[in-house]
């Protein structure tokens, strides 16, 4: 059984910076996918960004329009850990974000981490 393991978010100030990290508890060693979504108060849960590992042939990685140039999604595969580096936070990205984790034999997700942009 694998589980994921998210960083503290917090309350960060508009325009400032804040990286998520999520680490698996063991190694997926098939192609598999690990993502961010975010669930802001009365919304649905939604993709923010994700990346796709296949091994021996790279990666790939998808961004919501959002957030492209302000989001970056990095993963250390060593470290079983997908990062989500967050640049220029806006008020509108205040959510609750959720790590999953998703191959063809696994799909598990984190258990969520808030994040408020407040001045």
């Known amino acids: 059984q694998v589980h994921l393991m998210e960083s503290v978010g917090g309350v960060v100030q508009p325009g400032k910076s804040l990286t998520l990290s999520c680490a698996a508890t063991?190694?997926?060693?098939?192609?598999?996918?690990m993502g961010w979504y975010l669930q802001a108060p009365g919304k649905e849960r939604e993709l923010v960004a994700d990346?796709?590992?296949?091994?021996?042939?790279?990666?790939?990685?998808n961004y919501v329009d959002s957030v492209k140039c302000r989001f970056t999604i990095s993963r250390d595969n060593a470290k079983n850990t997908v990062y989500l580096q967050m640049n220029d936070l806006k008020p509108e990205d205040t959510a609750v974000y959720y790590c999953?984790?998703?191959?063809?034999?696994?799909?598990?997700w984190g258990q969520g981490t808030l994040v408020t942009v407040s001045s």
């Open positions: 990346h796709t590992t296949i091994p021996n042939s790279g990666y790939t990685t």
């Open positions: 063991r190694p997926i060693y098939s192609a598999n996918t």
């Open positions: 999953k984790l998703k191959s063809r034999v696994v799909e598990v």
